[in-house]
């Protein structure tokens, strides 16, 4: 079986090691990949991303199906092109896509079908800044409605803090078009958890609940970033939270998405937080998360492509989905200075590193490992407790003396 997967991050790399362990696997091309992706094992980076050049590739290449990793590609609609192709693809089509690709949409979507999410305000460049801070609650969350690459939530404490904000997104743009409106939603105040949800358009099989580390810098203190670490299964969570995220969040989603008739097939990733029992729906990705994907795959006992047939094949409520009864924990090593300027081509020596580790932001030119992103790699391990991954993890990355590389020190 060959396979096409697109995306060049660590949950990439983590999802072709997971394929690459697979009996039925010949080839993974991945598209472009990274220095990890490029000597994992039956892995092959292929320099395209032009969604018409990869199409010509998968007819060219015999490809059995494509996944799609990152939210850009699906929100381009590369799964429109493939289908309309007649090549099998996994992922949502590009109007399913603004479940992620536009908040507006997605809280619109949240209250026709009564998923339990945060009362929010919408508003855009055309309102009043001074009169946008008079109507809001605080503590907020401002949120930008497009695509921002993990990096389009703030929260304002106060009126001032608001301002800063909306002048960033408004006049300086920081964020481009993606912040031309945004929404504004009340704070919910306890713990968040990552769910993930694999669904073939008509049968939904919940299966990882993890906590992601979005803060920059320890306590949870800092901007946000795409994510410095992850916890799978999420450490805080209880039998009867979990019950409560099925009936009032994930139920109520997949009644609506078969209700308005999206062609939807893939993972599902449900971003909630809670008010003691209660969660609340943060927002929806429509693909796997980063860096929830390489604690998940790392303790993931089926076989991912026996999953991914079964999606294909609507015919998920016949396969059994089973983690390793482990803790799995994964740190992320980022440029110092993400998630704003940072430095690249930084050479990089991993020989030391007994743990797995899933390469992100690397490349590599003239024999030398090279890092080319702000989130450099995630190490991984996995053990009967927390004290034990992390007493591994923080061992060998103090073997890191290189300044210009960052961690935190308390996932």
Request: aromatic share 10%.
């Amino acid at each position: 079986m060959k396979i096409l997967l697109i995306g060049s991050g660590a949950r990439e790399h983590a999802i072709a090691y997971k394929l690459s362990l697979s009996q039925k696997v010949e080839k993974i091309f991945v598209a472009p990949g990274n220095g990890g992706t490029y000597v994992e094992n039956k892995c092959k980076n292929i320099d395209i991303k032009n969604h018409d050049e990869l199409l010509d590739f998968a007819k060219n290449n015999s490809i059995d199906f494509t996944f799609v990793g990152p939210e850009q590609p699906l929100a381009d609609g590369i799964v429109d092109l493939f289908e309309s192709n007649g090549l099998k693809i996994i992922g949502p089509d590009k109007f399913s896509s603004q479940l992620e690709s536009s908040k507006s949409f997605a809280k619109k979507f949240m209250n026709k079908y009564n998923v339990q999410t945060a009362n929010y305000k919408e508003f855009s460049k055309k309102n009043n800044i001074d009169e946008i801070t008079n109507l809001i609650n605080y503590p907020a969350v401002i949120k930008a409605d497009g695509l921002a690459a993990g990096k389009g939530v703030f929260i304002s404490e106060n009126k001032e803090n608001a301002k800063k904000v909306l002048k960033d997104l408004f006049e300086k743009e920081i964020l481009g078009k993606a912040s031309e409106k945004i929404i504004i939603e009340d704070a919910i105040p306890d713990f968040e958890c990552s769910v993930f949800t694999f669904f073939d358009g008509e049968n939904a099989k919940t299966f990882a609940y993890s906590q992601d580390h979005k803060k920059l810098y320890e306590g949870e203190k800092g901007p946000n970033t795409g994510g410095m670490g992850s916890i799978t299964p999420h450490p805080l969570i209880t039998e009867k939270q979990k019950e409560n995220i099925i009936n009032k969040i994930i139920n109520p989603t997949i009644k609506g998405i078969k209700k308005e008739k999206m062609n939807y097939k893939g993972v599902i990733f449900f971003g909630v937080k809670f008010k003691k029992d209660e969660p609340y729906l943060l927002e929806y990705n429509v693909r796997f998360g980063d860096p929830e994907t390489q604690s998940i795959m790392y303790i993931l006992e089926t076989d991912l492509v026996e999953i991914f047939e079964s999606i294909l094949n609507k015919s998920l409520n016949k396969i059994e989905i089973k983690l390793e009864n482990k803790i799995s924990q994964c740190v992320v090593v980022a440029a110092k200075g993400y998630p704003k300027k940072y430095n690249k081509n930084i050479e990089l020596n991993l020989d030391n590193f007994n743990s797995k580790i899933f390469h992100a932001g690397t490349k590599i030119e003239k024999n030398k490992l090279l890092s080319c992103g702000g989130r450099i790699f995630s190490i991984v391990e996995k053990a009967e407790t927390l004290s034990k991954t992390r007493e591994k993890i923080y061992s060998q990355l103090k073997s890191l003396k290189n300044p210009e590389l960052y961690y935190r020190k308390d996932i």
